[in-house]
Each structure stands twice: as structure tokens, then as C-alpha cells.
């Protein structure tokens, strides 16, 4: 009984303890930020400040190259006579370290758009893809299939996934989910 009240006593000092150094990690942390943040200096920009500003600009390009797409997502959702809003189909795929996400599949016409974001989860760049797309129903059934082509895109940033087609003559709630497959020449 003794030993019990001893290590839950010790348990408690060693929490303590803990959450002391913690806060004090943590006060120190910020008051390194302010110094940081006090001593920017109006000088030539260094070699990594310039690196990062290069960086920044190759962000902006690529924001540059992928905005029509984001804006046609909003524009057809607008225009769609037809939306598939099945859950599975708008979840984040991650397909060998590329993030489909925001995924749309509408009717404009006669014609299905499908379109998603992709996101490059990889440490490297990835080359201009062209991938199948399989839509599925509910039991995990193939009801089509599509070729979408994907820009290159740069480690940790997006792209667009974008395919117009006339393949897909049923009705969109049908489509419960899909999968991403690399299309092999």
C-alpha cells in the first residue's frame, strides 16, 4: 500500500515536472520568434532568402497553370445538370503519393467532366501522367472507365486531373466510388 501512495506521489512530481519544462520550451520558443522577428534587417536578401523567394515564384506559376481548373470546378457545379455527390467518389485518393482531391464528376451537356486537384505528397517532381480512371457502384462493380491526362507537378504542390468524355451514359448516382490506375503505353 505504501509503495502504491510512493510511486503515485513520484508519477505526479514527474508530471509536473513535465508540464514545467514544457511551458518553459515554450516561452522560450516564442521569445527566439520575437528576436527573429526584431532583427529582419532591410539588406541584400541572402542566398536563401533568395532561393525561397525563387520558390515562391515557381509556387505562383504553378497556382498560375492550375487556376482554370480550379475555376472551371466552381463554373460547372454552376452549369451541371447532373452532379455526382456519392461520398465515396469526393474522397481524397491517394495514389502512389498523389493526392486526388476535390474530385468533381458533373454532366455539362452531353458530355461528364471530370476533374480533380492532385496534390504531389512525393519528395520528388512527377512527369506528365496519363492515368485510367475506373468508376464503380456500390459492389465495387467496373461501370467505366477513362483516360485522364495530369500535368507535371512539383513535389508538395498541385495539378489538375482533367478529362471531358461522352463514355458515360448512365446516370452519375449509379458511380458509388473509383480508382485511380497508371495507364502503361
Known amino acids: 500500500m505504501k509503495n502504491k501512495k510512493v510511486l503515485i506521489i513520484i508519477s505526479i512530481v514527474l508530471v ?22 526584431n532583427n529582419v534587417s532591410t539588406s541584400e536578401p541572402t542566398e536563401w532568402e533568395k532561393h525561397c523567394l525563387s520558390k515562391m515564384d515557381d509556387i505562383q506559376a504553378n497556382y498560375e497553370f492550375i487556376r482554370p481548373g480550379l ?4 463554373t460547372s457545379r454552376e452549369e451541371a445538370t447532373e452532379i455526382c455527390d456519392a461520398e465515396n467518389v469526393i474522397n481524397d ?16 451537356g452531353d ?3 471530370f476533374i480533380a486537384e ?8 512527377v ?3 496519363v492515368n485510367e480512371v475506373v468508376f464503380l457502384d456500390k459492389d465495387k462493380n467496373e ?10 507537378i512539383k513535389s508538395a504542390e498541385s495539378g489538375i486531373a482533367l478529362k471531358f468524355t461522352k463514355d ?18
Not at 16 to 36: A, G, P, R, V
Not at 118 to 125: A, G, I, L, R
Not at 143 to 152: D, G, Q, T
Open 16 to 37: 509536473i515536472i513535465l508540464c514545467i519544462l514544457s511551458y518553459c520550451i515554450f516561452l522560450n520558443k516564442k521569445d527566439t520568434e520575437t528576436d527573429i522577428n
Open 71 to 74: 475555376e472551371l470546378i466552381e
Open 93 to 108: 485518393k491517394n495514389v502512389d503519393g498523389l493526392i486526388y482531391r476535390k474530385t468533381q464528376l458533373c454532366r455539362l
Open 111 to 113: 458530355e461528364v467532366l
Open 118 to 125: 492532385v496534390y504531389n505528397y512525393t519528395y520528388e517532381d
Open 127 to 129: 512527369d506528365a501522367k
Open 143 to 152: 461501370l467505366a472507365s477513362i483516360i485522364v491526362h495530369m500535368n507535371p
Open 168 to 185: 458515360i451514359d448512365f446516370s452519375l448516382d449509379k458511380i458509388a466510388d473509383y480508382e485511380v490506375r497508371e495507364k502503361l503505353n
